[in-house]
């Protein structure tokens, strides 16, 4: 059930970072005729950024990268299992311990591996990172009881 549940909150990730890229940053880019704000950072994906959007380099639009869904979706997850794990009615383990490293690495290669590869820059990136990691910590907090006591046997 906790996999599930963080598949689906990494999902919600994906969508809050499309909702805020559509609605919300790419409309005051355009707006303003600015690449870059001082608090956002560049809004449009770095030069030679390759079909790294949701629409083919055929469309005609501009693809923005702020925020970065993957690094929100990742960091969602992680987030989620972490803030999950951390509010278990069992005793803290090593187990938890490794648990938390690897979400973390996982969601860290994954962020660098955005930027590396040239789809999105560091600014773009820690915006989904952070983005994420609120949606995964929110729905944590309001899910862990309801799941503790599925989890547990008591209904």
Not at 31 to 37: E, S, V
Request: hydrophobic share 45%.
């Amino acid at each position: 059930m906790v996999a599930l549940a963080a598949a689906a909150v990494g999902g919600l990730g994906d969508l809050g970072a499309l909702a805020l890229k559509e609605w919300v940053f790419e409309p005051l880019y355009q707006a303003t005729g600015r690449q870059y704000i001082p608090v956002l950072g560049r809004g449009p994906r770095p030069a030679g950024a390759k079909d790294c959007g949701i629409l083919p380099r055929t469309c005609a639009r501009e693809s923005y990268g702020l925020p970065s869904g993957h690094a929100a979706h990742m960091w969602a997850m992680a987030a989620f299992v972490i803030d999950l794990t951390r509010a278990s009615p069992a005793p803290p383990t090593m187990l938890r311990l490794l648990i938390t490293v690897s979400l973390c690495s996982i969601a860290m290669i994954v962020s660098w591996s955005r930027v590396h590869l040239g789809c999105h820059t560091w600014s773009q990136v820690m915006w989904g990172g952070g983005l994420g990691c609120l949606i995964g910590g929110w729905t944590a907090g309001a899910l862990e009881d309801t799941i503790w006591k599925t989890e547990c046997g008591r209904r």
